[in-house]
């Protein structure tokens, strides 16, 4: 199993990142996908979550203004986040479950200036 994130950067309070996740090793498209960030000093917080079907779930914090999707021909998952703060930099990560062990990415860093 193998989750590829990409995407992360800086950028300016108010501002938009897209991230996305290439996944491989699983049947993609029979299998939730989960987004986690790690804020600086903190643990790491579930921020969304897509089902095969693409039923869709939030933290409350990002809801209205993340949104999660996915291209099961391509196998990728993505997080469109848009009017960005400070609270949202931290490590991104895309993970899943699978025979009863969690997978993760490598995560990529998102800075959100103010």
């Known amino acids: 199993v193998q989750l590829q994130a990409s995407g992360g950067g800086l950028v300016q309070a108010g501002g938009s990142l897209r991230l996305s996740c290439e996944a491989s090793?699983?049947?993609?498209?029979?299998?939730?996908m989960n987004w986690y960030r790690q804020p600086p000093g903190k643990q790491r917080e579930l921020v969304a979550s897509?089902?095969?079907?693409?039923?869709?779930n939030y933290a409350g914090s990002v809801k209205g203004r993340f949104t999660i999707s996915r291209d099961n021909a391509k196998k990728t998952v993505f997080l469109q986040m848009n009017s960005l703060k400070p609270e949202d930099t931290g490590v991104y990560y895309c993970?899943?479950?699978?025979?009863?062990?969690?997978?993760w990415g490598q995560g990529t860093l998102v800075t959100v200036s103010s």
């Open positions: 090793g699983f049947i993609f498209s029979i299998k939730t």
């Open positions: 993970n899943t479950y699978l025979s009863s062990n969690n997978f």
């Open positions: 897509i089902t095969p079907s693409g039923s869709t």
